[in-house]
């Protein structure tokens, strides 16, 4: 089944010379976001946790004339990144993690790279996600969002998928939040990470400045079946 997924992955990719080129840096864009992005409208994007530039690809794909503005702190992630992207001048990749206040930090660097994150990896995550394990600790900048960008063109999508922080990080967005239309953020019911808050957390967060659940993107369950991680997004109220 899982090999059939995959195919089915591959295949898609293929129709498509933008994710093509993704493979040729053994990038593949994240489809499984494409059914709530492909109806919004944005001439800017920022990918909070870009990783390897899976979520930039699908938006560049969508939207070719928005501008992106990626955040990945942990150096072989953005060095692949980077080449991705090293002929689109309206990327730009900033090599910083983000958080409420500005500094430096420990980066717990899981086994699975794209499970690490700015707090512990606790036992929860590496029992639903066997190899997630941390493998080491590296210290990385960690900057405010509204200290990196002051505006953005309009409508605008933040999108966050931090491993934990995204409480944090929406701290350290309050000056920008004026341009933010959309938030597409990934939630957890349950403490994959020491500290982490929870999905309740968040959504009080983004609905005390004014934004609304307009949508859910992809879930992941447990063992019993049980939903644990969620992508949502959220829209705000009154668009300017």
């Known amino acids: 089944m899982a090999f059939c997924r995959r195919a089915a992955k591959l295949a898609r990719l293929l129709r498509y010379g933008t994710f093509r080129a993704g493979l040729c840096h053994r990038v593949a864009a994240s489809l499984e976001n494409m059914p709530v992005m492909r109806s919004l409208q944005v001439r800017a994007v920022i990918d909070a946790g870009a990783n390897i530039g ?3 690809l699908l938006m560049r794909h969508l939207h070719p004339d928005a501008v992106i503005h990626a955040f990945q702190p942990f150096p072989s992630a953005a060095a692949v990144f980077s080449r991705l992207f090293a002929a689109d001048a309206s990327t730009h990749l900033y090599r910083h993690a983000l958080g409420a206040v500005s500094g430096t930090a420990d980066l717990h660097v899981s086994r699975r790279p794209d499970s690490s994150s700015l707090l512990p990896i606790g036992e929860n995550q590496t029992v639903f996600a066997p190899g997630t394990e941390e493998a080491g600790v590296v ?11 002051n505006s953005l ?42 500290g982490q808050p929870l999905a309740d957390e968040t959504i009080d967060h983004l609905r005390r400045r004014g934004c609304r659940l307009a949508g859910i993107g992809g879930t992941a369950r447990d063992a019993q079946g049980l939903i644990v991680q969620t992508d949502l997004l959220f829209s705000r109220l009154t668009s300017q």
């Open 54 to 56: 899976q979520f930039s």
């Open 139 to 149: 210290a990385v900048p960690v900057r405010r969002l509204d200290e990196v960008l």
């Open 153 to 194: 063109p309009r409508p605008s999508l933040l999108k966050i998928d931090v491993q934990g922080g995204e409480l944090a990080l929406l701290e350290g967005a309050e000056r920008l939040s004026p341009w933010l239309d959309h938030v597409y953020v990934e939630l957890s019911f349950r403490q994959f990470y020491q």
